[in-house]
């Protein structure tokens, strides 16, 4: 199996735009899905041996795939930042990154201190405002053409950007505004505060009317260095114009390693895992150039992880908040959040997440040349869970729950739930399903939580006698009725999940691997994860890629349909969903089915 998976780490060089041929489809492709898939990932290795680089220090690859009237066309493009640019010119590697082993030629002639990482655009893709941009969490966004993919440049976004960072994760929040009619004839608005009283809610005054809705990009970027850690919270409206930006200092914490967020109705929240350099292996191995810097970074078990809350500007309650952190007793470390809401009028925080006990950044199950399997023993895996923060105390407190025993990631959730209570997520998962071996993923799993069991308060203590969340009242999402139950689904004990939690899977197949699934909402749809999940896979039986569309919420009945592309698709990481169809004219008989771009020069 490990030389399957290693399949996964070689290129793609060339670059095209097509149709897909229907001879390529199993199945039929939903005529109602329209809107573009984008995806972005490491898409051209260095092969060279003599360069020591990680899969993760691959150069960004972004592909389109547009879907219109059951029909879909494909395009990739590499993402040309100043470095691909100048290492295809060389015709071979001219700069190092975080996960780099030795000198940047191969050579015994190491600057431990040249810290010139390239900007390789190759984790996270955001169209906003009518641009696209690529992410890589270390450097500024690459603005691209969202139908082309050409890369236009290294961008501020208008000057609006003030770090030289900016996250590959962010969160679209859909605010909720009361459109107030009075007696007078007057119209009025004011925001409706996460909808918690339900639907019928009013605004004060004997006035009634209707709600609207917008969309906000919520992100951030994070810093740390001799002077301590920062994080900067950005929020953009639908245009694109940034509208809030604050910054705060992240107390106690020395090297800042976040890579997501959560976003509630009044909150930034941070999970700050306890991470520290080792100087012992930074001293010996790093200055040797034996390991990257990256791996110098190391879990701390005996220091506690920080959960660290900041007011949103603008809130819609007006509440005069300050920030909060509450520390765990019980470290764990978190590269993905699932999703977070408020409860108990904001006094209780409730977010999933996957977490790991312990951490290493030798990042074993992404290393091409890997030949052991010991990562898959125990140890460094990623399982579901659920923190209760309560911030009524003095100080805080904070629940940890374990959902599931089996190794999950990549987690995708309805958009419409961001900020607000969720009851149902999708992740990758391994198909082992065992409380110590492991391996990687190969199944689709979507898991359906009811908030009477799986929400507990840590003041309060464990659930009450019927089952129910003794102490916290779970609001409802307005104008979204809740995911309906999957029919095959197993539940606790029976999925190896805590009460309350039901799991319906699909198991890809021996030598399938998935990347991150995509959640996309049926039109017209008012009930949460009704629609489809689309899940690009690698096959290393053909060594090319799948692109598999499933009914979201039967995915334990297969596929409704599977693109088979003619090509590989190389190991992603976070893609996107843009309502908007960017393919050219499928009528068009002067548009060409089948144009190869070009292809890059290998490294």
């Known amino acids: 199996m490990l030389n399957d998976v290693r399949t996964m780490f070689h290129s793609l060089l060339d670059e095209f735009a097509y149709f897909v041929d229907p001879g390529w489809v199993t199945g039929t492709i939903p005529p109602e899905l329209n809107g573009t898939y984008y995806r972005n990932g490491p898409g051209l290795q260095v092969s060279n041996p ?200 992240l107390q106690g914490v020395d090297v800042a390693l976040i890579h997501d967020m959560v976003v509630t109705e009044h909150y930034y929240v941070l999970i700050c895992g306890p991470i520290a350099l080792q100087p012992a292996k930074f001293a010996m191995q790093y200055m040797l150039g034996r390991c990257s810097i990256a791996e110098c970074l190391v879990f701390d078990n005996k220091k506690p992880t920080r959960i660290m809350m900041f007011p949103r500007p603008g809130r819609p309650s007006g509440k005069v908040l300050a920030p909060r952190v509450v520390e765990s007793p019980d470290p764990f470390f978190v590269f993905h959040n699932v999703n977070g809401y408020e409860a108990e009028d904001g006094q209780v925080l409730v977010m ?75 992740y990758i998962a391994d198909a082992v399903d065992h409380p110590f071996l492991w391996g990687p993923a190969q199944s689709i799993v979507r898991v359906h939580l009811d908030p009477e069991l799986t929400v507990r308060s840590p003041q309060h203590g464990a659930a009450s006698s019927n089952g129910g969340a003794k102490g916290v009242r779970v609001p409802r999402t307005p104008g979204l009725a809740p995911p309906r139950a999957a029919p095959r689904a197993a539940a606790g004990p029976a999925a190896c999940a805590a009460p309350g939690v039901a799991v319906d899977e699909w198991f890809l197949g021996d030598r399938t691997f998935p990347g991150e699934p995509m ?28 692109v598999h569309i499933f009914d979201a919420q039967s995915l334990s009945s297969g596929p409704l349909a599977t693109i088979h592309l003619p090509h590989r698709l190389p190991v992603s990481l976070h893609g996107a969903w843009h309502g908007e169809y960017t393919g050219p004219d499928p009528h068009d008989p002067a548009v060409p089915r089948w144009q190869h771009l070009g292809r890059v020069r290998p490294m």
């Open 519 to 546: 959640f996309v909402p049926r039109p017209g749809s008012n009930e949460e994860g009704d629609g489809w999940l689309l899940v690009g896979v690698h096959n290393a039986d053909t060594e090319k890629g799948d």
């Open 50 to 249: 003599r360069y020591r680089r990680h899969t993760l220090d691959g150069d960004g690859m972004v592909f389109s795939l547009a879907f219109k009237e059951g029909q879909a066309f494909f395009r990739n493009r590499f993402v040309r930042t100043e470095g691909f640019k100048a290492e295809q010119k060389a015709g071979r590697p001219l700069f190092r990154n975080s996960f780099t082993r030795g000198a940047v030629d191969g050579s015994i002639n190491f600057n431990p201190f040249d810290l010139n990482f390239k900007n390789v655009a190759n984790t996270g893709v955001l169209p906003w405002g009518g641009q696209l941009y690529a992410l890589w969490e270390a450097g500024l966004p690459y603005l691209m053409d969202p139908v082309t993919l050409d890369t236009v440049r290294e961008t501020r976004m208008g000057g609006q950007i003030r770090s030289n960072t900016f996250a590959a994760h962010y969160r679209v929040v859909t605010e909720h505004r009361q459109q107030a009619q009075r007696h007078s004839g007057s119209t009025t608005s004011s925001s409706s505060a996460a909808g918690a009283a339900g639907d019928g809610a009013q605004v004060a005054g004997g006035s009634s009317g209707s709600t609207s809705t917008s969309k906000r990009l919520v992100t951030f970027s994070n810093e740390f260095g001799f002077t301590g850690a920062k994080a900067l919270f950005y929020e953009f409206d639908e245009a694109g114009k940034l509208i809030h930006e604050t910054e705060h200092a």
């Open 352 to 426: 999933d997440a996957v977490a790991w006990d312990e951490v290493s950044f030798e990042m074993d199950l992404y290393d091409k040349e890997a030949k052991s399997t010991k990562c898959f023993e125990g140890g460094s895996r990623t399982q579901l869970t659920r923190l209760t923060v309560d911030l009524r105390p003095a100080g805080g407190r904070v629940e940890r729950r374990q959902l599931l025993q089996r190794t999950v990631e990549f987690p995708a959730t309805d958009p419409r739930v961001t900020s607000r209570p969720h009851g149902v997520a999708w």
